[in-house]
């Protein structure tokens, strides 16, 4: 168990549709990144906040958006879906944004567009 | 751009037996980390070993430690005395600045007892 949570395990929903993805960092962590994990794209990075603040941008859609509350914990937003948005989202965590520290990922969100 | 290659798609070792997976990079900079995450069939993405690259000394965890050739820009991992429980897919990661960490395609090792 790595501490960082995310919910729901499994989601189904059809295209067009939007959803929510939760996930709450480690105890003391301040960063939180997403990645998608699809067949066709293997693990990409999408987006980073840290202490509330985004931080980089990876190859996130403009349907996507995320955001981290004062509490840390964040949501990633996906609108207007696709079939090929069916993917598992992870969510990491790590202790800083300055300088390297490894990150430690959730469970994951599989995403089922139908 | 900084880009991860994993050459090799599966591989399978005997239980007990030694494996190496072989992954290399491309970047300009000079301090990076690179990392080696196993995914089992659970999905959940672990954390393996890391190696700062300012290091010239091999990272190594218990059975799991890395040949990392700076200048060939390679970082394999090699698995000592493979148990059933190391049947999974390994990815190996490039981070710079603690942000977009560069995955490769992975490897699939399976272990035959």
């Known amino acids: 168990d790595s501490g960082v949570t995310q919910t729901p395990k499994h989601l189904i929903t059809a295209t067009g549709q939007r959803v929510t993805l939760r996930c709450s960092p480690r105890?003391?962590?301040?960063?939180v990144y997403w990645y998608q994990q699809s067949l066709d794209q293997g693990l990409q990075f999408l987006i980073q906040y840290y202490n509330g603040e985004e931080r980089a941008k990876g190859n996130i859609l403009e349907r996507f958006s995320a955001q981290q509350f004062p509490d840390l914990h964040s949501e990633l937003n996906l609108s207007s879906l696709e079939l090929g948005d069916s993917a598992l989202y992870f969510c990491?965590?790590?202790?800083?944004?300055?300088?390297?520290?490894?990150?430690?990922f959730g469970p994951g969100t599989r995403l089922t567009v139908t | 751009a900084q880009t991860v290659t994993q050459s090799q798609p599966e591989m399978s070792v005997q239980e007990a037996e030694t494996v190496t997976l072989s992954c290399t990079y491309d970047?300009?900079?000079?301090?990076?980390?690179l990392f080696w995450y196993k995914q089992p069939p659970s999905r959940q993405m672990i954390l393996v070993i890391r190696q700062e690259a300012y290091k010239q000394q091999n990272a190594t965890e218990n059975r799991f430690s890395v040949n990392f050739q700076k200048a060939a820009k390679s970082f394999s991992l090699k698995i000592s005395d493979s148990q059933l429980g190391d049947a999974a897919m390994y990815f190996c990661a490039y981070l710079y600045n603690n942000n977009d960490m560069r995955f490769g395609a992975g490897t699939r090792l399976t272990v035959k007892p």
């Open positions: 105890s003391g962590d301040l960063s």
């Open positions: 970047t300009s900079e000079s301090d990076y980390y």
């Open positions: 990491a965590s790590s202790v800083a944004g300055l300088g390297v520290y490894e990150q430690y």
